[in-house]
């Protein structure tokens, strides 16, 4: 599967932004999904991940509250919703998929097995 992430851009604090990742060239359903961020000098950090179903959520604690994840199988899209962003959001965002249906916290320390380019988010203060 191949992943095309979008929607990143400048925004102030406090605003919001939606992120969308198109899959394609495998069967959508299939995966979990995931956001993924790596800020300037950091490490690649979790963000939310989605189970293949869509009934399962999880969120990294930095973001719970404020970012949503879902996904649109009739679309091949999963998305990020984004409010009340902060300075420290700021980072390149990408999007990420793994068909082992792992645990969604697993994902947190192991990561992803396909990954897309990113998009990047600038928030200002």
């Known amino acids: 599967v191949q992943l095309q992430a979008s929607g990143g851009g400048l925004v102030q604090a406090g605003d919001s932004l939606r992120l969308s990742c198109v899959a394609s060239?495998?069967?959508?359903?299939?995966?979990?999904m995931g956001w993924f961020r790596q800020a300037p000098g950091k490490e690649r950090e979790f963000v939310a991940a989605?189970?293949?179903?869509?009934?399962?959520?999880y969120y990294a604690d930095s973001v719970k509250g404020r970012f949503t994840i879902s996904s649109d199988n009739a679309k091949n899209t999963v998305y990020l919703q984004m409010n009340n962003l902060r300075p420290e959001d700021t980072a390149v965002y990408y999007c990420a998929a793994d068909g082992r249906h792992l645990e969604l916290g697993t994902y947190i320390e192991y990561g992803m097995h396909t990954w897309g380019k990113g998009t990047l988010v600038t928030v200002s203060s």
């Open positions: 989605i189970n293949w179903s869509g009934g399962s959520t």
């Open positions: 060239g495998g069967t959508f359903s299939r995966y979990d």
